[in-house]
């Protein structure tokens, strides 16, 4: 803190504290507003009082997240609850959100792989700053500015300033941000526009995804695109087609498989129909944040439905269903015959198993 103590002019040094507190009040209670401090502090430029206070608000993210028998900020720092007397470490912010968030098995993020991990009572995930520390060290250790996520999102995201995202008139409130209530989610806010590529490549899948503001939040366009330029989802999952059609088509046979035991041949078209609007609003009542790619599932679901509408026993995925059915109904049947050869091999005059 020498550099900013050294400097001169205690006005600029009291409007960047409280530039840097209002920044602070800023992502409790987002505004059409822009963060009014941004670090940009090369190497050479360390000596600079500005720097100098940027560098004395990382130390404390430093402090955070330091392991060993006291981890944390020491329990002497708190005076109000809900930690009064009590000391605080990244261990005790992923606890806290594991608690708040005990439905989500999946990044928040891509819905794609796990996040954490757990090593007895300890779990292990990676922290995403969304306003990066290195610009915006002053909210290095903000709680509604660090999100746990896996280690392929917040190794993809840049350290870019993302206020170069940001208009002057909405400011924050054009990027998508964690921990708010003024906006739904993603889920909400966007559907996932499944059609045909109207150009085929050579080793691409046939089908693409885009992401598309809903009915009823037309105006959350420029949101859904900051947030695919961000962490690149709609590239991602674009990129992972046939391991979410893979993963669909299972999930349809799973739900179908009861029926095609019983000797259902799904000859009714109809049939099929009903039974696959029945699993895309199951998946997404039940399954969003706890199997891979649910959202994406959902819309690929969806998309199936209404090929259905469209072609009836024309359409592919009519006739994929069939044809599995066909496959397993003869297994079954097989099964079955097989089952009665076992009770064939036991006397008929065979004592009664004891029961209580």
Not at 248 to 257: I, K, S, W
Not at 316 to 343: G, S
Request: glycine share 6%; hydrophobic share 40%.
């Amino acid at each position: 803190m020498n550099a900013f103590a050294a400097h001169p002019n205690a006005g600029e040094k009291s409007t960047l504290v409280d530039q840097m507190r209002a920044d602070v009040d800023l992502l409790f209670m987002p505004a059409p507003q822009r963060l009014q401090v941004a670090f940009k502090c090369p190497p050479p430029s360390r000596t600079d009082w500005r720097c100098a206070a940027g560098d004395f608000c990382h130390h404390f993210y430093t402090i955070w997240g330091q392991d060993g028998p006291n981890p944390g900020f020491p329990d002497y720092m708190f005076e109000r609850a809900p930690i009064a007397g009590a000391s605080y470490s990244r261990w005790d912010f992923i606890n806290g959100f594991l608690v708040a968030n005990d439905a989500l098995y999946l990044c928040a993020i891509c819905d794609a792989t796990a996040f954490r991990t757990q090593v007895d009572s300890r779990a292990y995930t990676s922290i995403e700053h969304f306003f990066p520390k290195s610009i915006y060290p002053h909210l290095a250790i903000h709680p509604y500015n660090l999100i746990p996520i896996c280690t392929h999102c917040n190794s993809i995201k840049s350290d870019d300033d993302l206020m170069q995202l940001c208009g002057a008139t909405l400011g924050i409130q054009e990027l998508l941000l964690p921990y708010q209530s003024q906006q739904p989610g993603l889920s909400q806010m966007a559907y996932v526009e499944v059609s045909v590529r109207t150009a085929q490549v050579a080793g691409s899948h046939p089908l693409e995804i885009k992401f598309k503001s809903a009915s009823a939040f037309a105006s959350s366009t420029s949101l859904i695109d900051h947030f695919k330029t961000l962490y690149g989802v709609e590239k991602r999952w674009n990129n992972q087609l046939d391991q979410i059609g893979e993963q669909v088509f299972r999930r349809m046979q799973q739900f179908l498989m009861g029926d095609v035991q019983m000797g259902n041949d799904l000859s009714d078209v109809e049939f099929v129909q009903e039974h696959l609007e029945l699993l895309m609003a199951l998946t997404s009542k039940e399954n969003l944040g706890k199997d891979p790619f649910g959202m994406a599932t959902v819309w690929m679901l969806k998309y199936h439905v209404d090929t259905l509408r469209q072609y009836g026993n024309k359409a592919l995925i009519y006739e994929n269903l069939v044809q599995w059915a066909e496959e397993h109904r003869e297994t079954w049947k097989a099964l079955r015959d097989h089952a009665k050869e076992i009770h064939r091999r036991v006397p008929v005059d065979h004592p009664k198993v004891w029961t209580t």
